[in-house]
């Protein structure tokens, strides 16, 4: 199929093709651009933006909506050669804490997998805590109350009677940590649970360890839910980035920083650490790799909003947008520390864990259980869970997107 417009052509043709085969014309024009971008054509590149332009909608079907998403990303990072005319477009752009919470509350509702994931690692913590009197749980991305108030509910049923429990939840604004630690306090006092909650304010990668506060005689644990990647790359702003080979020192550094994070943990000795992160390869050091790896998962992604929630749907708008929409732009136009969503396959964590002293601990038989029977309850057959080394995976059909994986200090 040729895709060049005749001289003067609007592309009207472009329009009156059916659904499939403005799908595959979509997917064509989007890697010829991205070929266009990577190599500097940026003529080129600029006729097949406008091509995409005529087929993409961010209200369309499936193909068109994540078309519209990758078009805008590569337009940015085309932007990002002219640095000042990139500020000048995003100078009044501000994210409001209130949105920010609202688009993961909608990821929340919208999909099953964070809800897996508070299943499986509540129960993880349940198993490592028996019989423990002083528990201190550290959540790496406290935003979300609804996990640990089901967790204080399990703990205050347990036999021998609730443990004293102490959440250290860290996140970077003050008040998403505030409203985190009225809720909690509020339900263990209905429960009659001793508990404490200890915010501290601050970015992930600025962590200081000291004010985690842990102490010797309490059992430790802690959650890291779609956190860890985010550190893989803050050291790659002292090198030139674009498509450079993949035995580059950008990937040697970003592992390094990632691996003095995981080492710090590691010092912590925890009973169990649980790690939850994207299952895809989003992390490859040429521009192809990103855009091809990064078309498989996400149309995995909005096709599983396709099968659940209805086209015209807000909700689902906010999601693809607020959420997916800037996570694509992220990994298709940003480089260096700047690019922040460099997800990894589950065996890339396990090596990487297993070389800063953490041990796998398998998930158990109880908790996978726990698992299936809520994926099972959410009445669509498209989520599928499977296990990997004692790890999970959970999948939209048979396209992994998401793994849960328990770990304890190997001294």
Same mark, same amino acid.
């Given at each position: 199929?040729?895709?060049?417009p005749?001289?003067?052509s609007?592309?009207t043709?472009?329009?009156e ?5 403005r799908?595959?014309a ?5 890697l010829?651009?991205? =070929? ?13 933006l ?5 087929l993409a909608?961010?209200d ?8 519209a %998403? ?5 337009a940015?990072?085309?932007l ?9 477009l ?8 209130? @949105? ?6 909608? +990821? ?9 994931? %508070?299943i499986?690692? =509540?129960?993880?913590?349940? @198993?490592?805590?028996?019989?423990e009197?002083?528990v201190?749980?550290i959540?790496l991305?406290?935003a979300e109350p609804a996990?640990w ?11 021998e009677?609730p443990?004293?429990?102490r959440?250290t939840?860290?996140h ?10 009225h ?10 649970i001793? +508990?404490?909650?200890h915010p ?12 985690l506060?842990?102490?010797t005689?309490?059992?430790l644990a802690?959650?890291?839910?779609l ?10 702003e ?8 993949s035995?580059?020192p ?10 003095s994070f995981?080492?710090?943990l ?10 939850t992160?994207?299952?895809s390869?989003?992390n ?10 990064a078309?498989y998962?996400?149309?995995a ?9 209805s086209?015209t ?8 947008k ?10 298709i136009?940003?480089e ?6 460099r ?8 090596q990487?864990?297993d070389?800063?002293g953490f041990?796998?601990?398998p998930?158990?038989? %109880? ?9 099972q ?5 498209g %989520? ?17 997107? +998401?793994?849960?994986?328990a ?5």
């Amino acid at each position: 199929m040729s895709l060049s417009p005749s001289i003067g052509s609007p592309y009207t043709w472009l329009r009156e093709l059916k659904s499939e085969e403005r799908g595959l014309a979509l997917i064509h024009l989007l890697l010829t651009c991205a =070929n266009h971008v990577a190599a500097g054509s940026l003529e080129n590149a600029n006729v097949m933006l406008d091509q995409i332009s005529q087929l993409a909608s961010p209200d369309g079907d499936t193909m068109q909506r994540i078309a519209a %998403y990758f078009n805008e990303a590569l337009a940015d990072r085309i932007l990002k050669t002219w640095p000042g005319l990139h500020r000048a477009l995003n100078s009044t752009r501000i994210v409001m804490v209130s @949105e920010e919470i609202l688009v993961q509350k909608l +990821f929340l509702e919208l999909f099953p997998f964070l809800k897996v994931s %508070y299943i499986l690692t =509540n129960q993880a913590i349940v @198993e490592a805590m028996e019989g423990e009197k002083m528990v201190h749980i550290i959540d790496l991305n406290a935003a979300e109350p609804a996990q640990w108030i089901a967790l204080l509910q399990v703990f205050s049923a347990r036999p021998e009677g609730p443990p004293h429990l102490r959440i250290t939840g860290v996140h970077h604004q003050k008040e998403i940590l505030e409203q985190m630690a009225h809720k909690l306090t509020e339900e263990a006092e209905k429960l009659d649970i001793p +508990f404490q909650f200890h915010p501290v304010i601050s970015k992930l990668e600025n962590l200081d360890f000291d004010k985690l506060r842990v102490k010797t005689g309490e059992a430790l644990a802690i959650s890291s839910i779609l956190q860890l990647h985010s550190l893989l790359g803050l050291d790659d702003e002292a090198f030139p980035s674009p498509d450079s080979a993949s035995s580059s020192p950008v990937s040697l550094t970003a592992s390094m920083t990632a691996e003095s994070f995981l080492n710090a943990l590691w010092g912590l000795s925890p009973k169990v650490m649980i790690v939850t992160e994207q299952d895809s390869n989003h992390n490859g050091s040429t521009l192809m790799e990103r855009v091809l790896e990064a078309l498989y998962s996400y149309a995995a992604l909005f096709d599983c909003l396709e099968s659940t929630v209805s086209r015209t749907s807000v909700e689902r708008l906010k999601v693809e947008k607020m959420l997916f929409g800037e996570e694509i732009k992220n990994i298709i136009a940003c480089e260096g520390a700047e690019r922040r969503e460099r997800h990894e396959k589950l065996d890339k964590w396990i090596q990487r864990l297993d070389l800063s002293g953490f041990g796998n601990v398998p998930l158990s038989y %109880y908790g996978m259980l726990q698992a299936r029977r809520f994926l099972q309850s959410c009445g669509c057959e498209g %989520y599928k869970m499977r296990e990997e080394n004692g790890c999970l995976v959970i999948c939209w059909q048979d396209r992994p997107l +998401f793994s849960i994986s328990a770990w304890r200090s190997r001294k």
